[in-house]
């Protein structure tokens, strides 16, 4: 699975970052920062945000217009279940845990419906790892 990474990295384009926070302070902000510095396109998804750094942000993935690269999770492991499926239904090409995220069931399911799945790491760390 880890050796997949930067090709997953350089393939991808559009990321849906799930439970994107709109605080300066939050990791989920400054990875999705990172990610834009990178050219990627983020796709913020958050039930209580409109809009995040002038991006429309989105409920659920079912909402997000347009393919989905990865999926960028950061809520709570006990969300992951839930977020999976969704990223199934949606066709989403991966699953990406931050750092302390893990559902090791919910990875088994995403990986059986073809999803790529990396659990327990940070985008931008492994961006720059490649940089």
Known sequence: MNERIPDLLERSKRVAVVGLSAKAHRESYHVAEVLLDHGYTVLPVNPVLDD????????????????????????????????????????????WTQLGIIDEEAAKRAEAAGLHVVMDRCMAIELSRLR
């Open 52 to 95: 995040w750094n002038g991006l429309p942000a989105w409920p659920d993935l079912h909402s997000v217009p347009g393919p989905i690269d990865i999926v960028n999770v950061f809520r709570r492991s006990e969300h992951v279940a839930a977020i999976v499926h969704d990223a199934i239904g949606v066709g989403a090409g991966a699953v």
